[in-house]
């Protein structure tokens, strides 16, 4: 099953280079960095989420699709592998 995910064409600037990303339809919802504190924070600029640190774990790619999957506007991306990592 695909993923619903975030428009690659309207990423926010402030995303580290890489295939996680978040895009400007961020609600600051607070969702990705609960479940991903050390990928996902707040830039207070924007006033929305984004990535600051791309997943380098198994356990922290989990983390980051988990957060793609729970975003409620469907604001973040992968441009890799979509599939759930297994841990």
Same mark, same amino acid.
């Given at each position: 099953?695909? %993923?619903?995910?975030? +428009? #690659?064409? %309207?990423? +926010? =600037?402030? +995303?580290?280079?890489? #295939? &996680?990303?978040? /895009? /400007? *339809?961020?609600?600051?919802? /607070?969702?990705?960095?609960? +479940?991903?504190?050390?990928?996902? !924070? ?5 006033? $929305? *989420?984004?990535?600051?640190? !791309?997943? *380098? %774990? #198994?356990?922290?790619? &989990? !983390?980051?699709?988990?957060?793609? !999957?729970?975003?409620? %506007?469907?604001?973040?991306? /992968?441009?890799?592998? &979509?599939? $759930? =990592?297994?841990?």
């Amino acid at each position: 099953m695909q %993923t619903p995910m975030a +428009n #690659p064409n %309207t990423k +926010n =600037p402030g +995303n580290v280079p890489g #295939p &996680h990303y978040v /895009d /400007d *339809s961020c609600i600051d919802c /607070d969702l990705c960095r609960e +479940n991903a504190p050390m990928l996902f !924070q707040r830039d207070e600029e924007l006033g $929305m *989420s984004l990535v600051f640190r !791309q997943p *380098s %774990t #198994p356990e922290e790619r &989990h !983390q980051a699709h988990e957060a793609m !999957q729970g975003c409620p %506007t469907e604001s973040i991306g /992968d441009d890799g592998d &979509h599939e $759930m =990592p297994k841990l």
